[in-house]
């Protein structure tokens, strides 16, 4: 067996126990509250792990992209999968019908009548049905409907459309008390108006264990939680021994005493901040703040450490958005107790169609 130290660098890891502990936790946390757990592939986008989720009680799993739909169907992942996208355009409605033939469940979203009108002349088309999820902007300012009415108004037009079939409300991500008031006041008027609404779906790592104080929800959509990172540790959701994601580097560099350079740069780490100070936690040195990255270059910043690597060290980063990470590599090792037990391709790296 290949011992992780053999590993060139820079090299993406998960730590395998931390994984499946995060597995675990997530399943248990929601099955606690009665909440389905449909994780989000698009962290990962590996089968394998996709399937360790199912495994480990998942109804079924969310992906972003149509692309990635197909890969984890054709690995026979799942029957039930939920894409969280406006799906607009005849090559795309195409695909996607082929792919609703294919699994007994299949839902989208959407957010405007544009892409209701465009699904249901593509399921004429095909002889397919379409479920669907309103999507609600509840406070993250993305996609989504602005209000309750709007949400129940577009609802009641879309239904109307031949094969168009209503399953409920979908949110990014669960937000307190934005997303239960906005919740509240739409299923009010689903209720009154005699529609059934069996699926309410919120999202979200860092709202992850907080999904119970959102009663209406069916089921969360959570991501990131299965490797954690810095952004995940920030909001305090994770710990970095949480983080199963390591990316593996060389220090290659010392051009001065209070720096140091890695092996790895944005194309690795990926320039994604998000709202951190740094692109990723050093984890042998934890006062090092990794400043700058350019494409195959990091710089560490070690005024603040006693000890300093030395050139050919090998230091372990967890990056601010594993999520991004994932999508920048041809392959993650699994690995155990300084061995390797698994290389897994990134079977839906570059799906973003
Ligand atoms: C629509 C949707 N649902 C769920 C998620 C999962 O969020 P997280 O990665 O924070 O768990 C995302 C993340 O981007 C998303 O866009």
């Known amino acids: 067996m290949t011992s992780v130290a053999d590993l060139d660098t820079p090299v993406v890891t998960v730590d395998l126990d931390i994984m499946r502990d995060n597995i675990r936790r997530v399943q248990a946390h929601l099955a606690r509250h009665s909440i389905g757990n449909r994780p989000h592939i698009k962290t990962h986008k590996i089968p394998a792990i996709g399937r360790m989720q199912m495994e480990a009680g998942a109804i079924g799993i969310t992906?972003?992209?149509?692309?990635?739909?197909?890969?984890?169907?054709?690995?026979?992942?799942?029957?039930?999968?939920?894409?969280?996208?406006?799906?607009?355009?005849?090559?795309?409605?195409?695909?996607?019908?082929?792919?609703?033939?294919?699994?007994?469940?299949?839902?989208?979203?959407?957010?405007?009548?544009?892409?209701?009108?465009?699904?249901?002349?593509?399921?004429?088309?095909?002889?397919?049905?379409?479920?669907?999820?309103?999507?609600?902007?509840?406070?993250?300012?993305?996609?989504?409907?602005?209000?309750?009415?709007?949400?129940?108004?577009?609802?009641?037009?879309?239904?109307?459309?031949?094969?168009?079939?209503?399953?409920?409300?979908?949110?990014?991500?669960?937000?307190?008390?934005?997303?239960?008031?906005?919740?509240?006041?739409?299923?009010?008027?689903?209720?009154?108006?005699?529609?059934?609404?069996?699926?309410?779906?919120?999202?979200?790592?860092?709202?992850?264990?907080?999904?119970?104080?959102?009663?209406?929800?069916?089921?969360?959509r959570a991501g990131t939680c299965v490797y954690n990172d810095a952004m995940v540790v920030s909001t305090g959701t994770a710990t970095w021994d949480n983080c199963a994601m390591r990316v593996r580097a060389t220090v290659v560099s010392r051009p001065t005493p209070t720096r140091a350079i890695l092996d790895a740069g944005s194309k690795v780490l990926t320039s994604d901040l998000y709202f951190m100070k740094g692109y990723g936690h050093v984890m042998e040195y934890p006062e090092a703040a990794v400043t700058g990255l350019s494409e195959e270059h990091g710089t560490v910043d070690l005024s603040a450490c006693a000890e300093r690597p030395k050139v050919g060290d090998i230091v372990h980063v967890v990056p601010n958005h594993c999520c991004v990470v994932t999508n920048m590599v041809d392959e993650v090792y699994g690995v155990r107790n300084g061995a390797v037990e698994v290389t897994w391709p990134v079977a839906a790296r570059g799906k973003v169609r």
């Open 63 to 220: 992906c972003q992209k149509l692309g990635e739909v197909e890969v984890f169907v054709n690995a026979g992942v799942t029957d039930d999968v939920l894409l969280t996208y406006n799906i607009l355009g005849r090559q795309k409605t195409d695909r996607l019908m082929a792919l609703i033939k294919r699994v007994r469940r299949l839902t989208v979203v959407l957010d405007n009548d544009v892409v209701g009108r465009e699904l249901s002349e593509a399921a004429g088309h095909a002889g397919a049905d379409v479920r669907f999820l309103v999507e609600c902007d509840t406070g993250f300012g993305r996609t989504g409907v602005q209000t309750p009415d709007e949400a129940f108004d577009l609802a009641r037009r879309v239904m109307r459309l031949p094969r168009m079939h209503f399953e409920g409300l979908m949110t990014f991500p669960n937000r307190d008390p934005n997303t239960r008031d906005f919740f509240e006041r739409a299923l009010a008027l689903f209720k009154q108006a005699g529609i059934p609404v069996p699926v309410v779906s919120g999202g979200g790592t860092p709202a992850l264990f907080t999904a119970q104080n959102f009663p209406m929800l069916t089921e969360h």
